[in-house]
């Protein structure tokens, strides 16, 4: 039980990494080396960030009241399924042949396990154990789900649950979630599928979390399929992210007559700035519903959640489930369902224990075979075996048809990227819609109040206080020549990180300079999201943003289109150049994109030339702040660039795994970007610098 993945998010030593993180924080924002660009806030600021994105997640539960008449909650229970399968991307084909096939047959005492892979997608399997007690049935069956445990279906724990199962007379499948266990890039190399390996998948319009409810709702129509197994009782549980996939498939899948997740159910609220798994995530998710609102789609159905009280995780705590089931539970009384839903708390760690295995046989018991009054009975003894035996396949000779995140990730991006480049016309004003749809940008913050300080040298230091109550720090120096303009210069990782020379090259020309820092950036950074520092930047602040129904770059693109209006108004500054890089490169992009006459020029440095995913081993090139939810359903860079009409320069241009662009290749890439230009009937050029 104690072989846990390393990057394990949810069994975490809190302290440590709160104590580390104040450390790094106080360094960051204390030791400025005397070559360095001057300091505008105070070392050591408040987190302002951290306690403005809690605060929009506390209303934001606050607002979501489920309704108090039944008739009321049968019209929002489907609103909310309409939500969840849109902002999932969950598409589900219960028709597709599920093509089982068997690797191996373990004969225990009692019971049989079998090694199997079968189809979830098209050209999309999925490797399992299939746990089946002896004799003919029909059994009720039970679709066990692991959480972020390296050997993830053969990890000890998941193990206990369907040996204990089986034990006791239930056909249990268990089976590797989505980029884990056997599905990962490489067979038996079990990497992380989460932060940006798990995050691409929204590029695409799809995300982690809906592929595993797609895969779980097939493993009921594998269960449902096998004559052994009674259909009409399927219940399901997993611990800690199995818990996780529990939720939200048995939700969605009414088949599902019993569920128990186990240390998953919280809050959406309070997984706003905390570090969970991208499968953990639905984007837009507290923009439409809370965790009570899942919960309820449950009723009339079984429902029962396990929580520890030394769980470290605060999205698990006792207390956020607690507040969920509550404002849940009034749903089961318009059924006259009470007590259909339960909850037990334990004084353990995280993890799926005996304690809690106990629980769920008595509570599948009585809502899977009518025995018995759901309370917790002793279990049969069970002998786990090595995980290297619940193994479909010997390391390194896996089927072609088991592919991991990447590979499915780039295949669908090729065929979205073949759908757009094979168009032939083009509406303007719906791009540049349907873009601002995607950023998810209402309205562009406004300026609130100006923070001036006394100058450092040559450079004037400002704060542009929004309308968002966010600090936005600002760097000024004025042109040396005038009608030149300024050319406002930023970055994901802070100005820190501007080369020195970059900003002598554009002072010489004459130029004024410009230098913003975003939010969640260098002095506009929010220790909280810098707290657990072995995940992609950004990891725990573009979450937040996602849950809340916003995106990373579209406040990016906010915050650039104030700053701008800002330095056009203050300085009458008629010429404005943007130089941005990476990520913030991108921001600047799409803010001309949208708006006309906002800048000049563009240079964009070391941004992605296609959000095309390619490699693998590059994943963490970008941050998790690049990722657009259905960006290459609408289009690429190349069309953002095309909305323009404006001079774009990609300085040494990247692909999304940050690989060099080949001058060789710049023909076609140039034809690219010239066939958007001419769909859009826009003027700019693009220049490459290799």
Known sequence: ???????????????????????????????????????????????????????????????????????????????????????????????????????????????????????????????ANLFIPDGEGPFPAVVNMHGHWMEAKGAENIQSVAHSLAKNGYVCLSMDAFGAGERGTTHMDFEYHGSNLGASLMNIGETLLGIQVIDNMRAVDLLSSLPYVDAENIGATGASGGGNQTMWFA?????????????????????????????????????????????????????????????????????????????????????????????????????????????????????????????????????????????????????????????????????????????????????????????????????KNVHRFSPDGTWQRLALESSENLLTPLLIKKPSQSGLGYVLLATAAGKQQIPQARVDAWTQKGYGIVI?????????????????????????????????GETMLGQWVGELAMVSEFIKAEYAAENLIFDGEKEAGLAGLFLAALEEDVYDSLTLRSAPISYLFDNREGVDYFSLAIHLPKFLQWGDVSLAAGLTGLPITFAQPVSMSGESILSNKEKAWQTEFAAARSLLKTNGSVKFEF
């Open 516 to 548: 913003a820092e975003l939010s969640g950036t260098g002095e506009a950074a929010s220790a909280e999201d810098q707290k657990v520092d072995y995940l992609t930047p950004f990891h725990t602040l573009a979450r937040a943003r996602l849950w809340l």
């Open 1 to 127: 039980m104690k072989k846990i993945l390393l990057l394990s998010l949810f069994v975490i030593v809190r302290s440590f990494l709160a104590s580390s993180a104040e450390l790094k924080h106080e360094m960051v924002f204390s030791i400025v080396p005397p070559d360095s660009l001057p300091q505008v806030l105070a070392p050591r600021s408040a987190d302002i960030l951290n306690g403005r994105m809690k605060q929009k997640a506390q209303i934001k539960f606050a607002s979501h009241v489920l309704p108090e008449s039944l008739q009321e909650w049968e019209k929002r229970k489907e609103e909310i399924r309409e939500e969840i399968l849109a902002n999932s991307g969950l598409k589900v084909d219960h028709e597709l042949d599920l093509d089982m096939k068997e690797t191996a047959t373990i004969q225990m005492e009692g019971y049989a396990i079998k090694n199997i892979y079968f189809q979830t997608q098209p050209g999309v399997y999925a490797t």
């Open 251 to 447: 939700a969605m899948d009414e088949r599902v007559k019993a569920a128990m997740p186990v240390v998953s159910v919280g809050t959406f609220e309070s997984a706003v700035m905390g570090s969970n798994c991208v499968c953990e995530l639905l984007p837009g998710g507290l923009s439409f519903t809370e965790t009570s609102g899942v919960l309820a789609l449950y009723a009339p159905r079984a429902l029962k959640m396990c929580n520890h009280n030394k769980d470290s995780n605060v999205t698990f705590y006792p207390s956020e489930m607690l507040r969920s089931y509550h404002n849940a539970k009034p749903i089961f009384g318009q059924y006259e369902a009470e007590e259909k839903i339960a909850y037990e708390l334990f004084d353990l760690e995280h993890g799926y224990w005996p304690e809690d295995r106990e629980a769920m046989l008595g509570w599948f018991d009585l809502h899977l075979k009518g025995i018995g009054d759901g309370s917790a009975r002793e279990e049969i003894p069970f002998k786990v075996l090595p995980f290297e035996e619940l193994m479909v396949f010997p390391k390194g000779q896996r089927d072609p048809k088991v592919v991991g995140v990447a590979e499915y990730a780039r295949k669908k991006g090729q065929q979205l990227r073949k759908n757009y480049l094979e168009k032939t016309s083009l509406d303007k004003e719906q791009v540049v819609e349907d873009l601002a749809s995607l950023l998810k940008i209402q309205a562009s913050p406004l300026v």
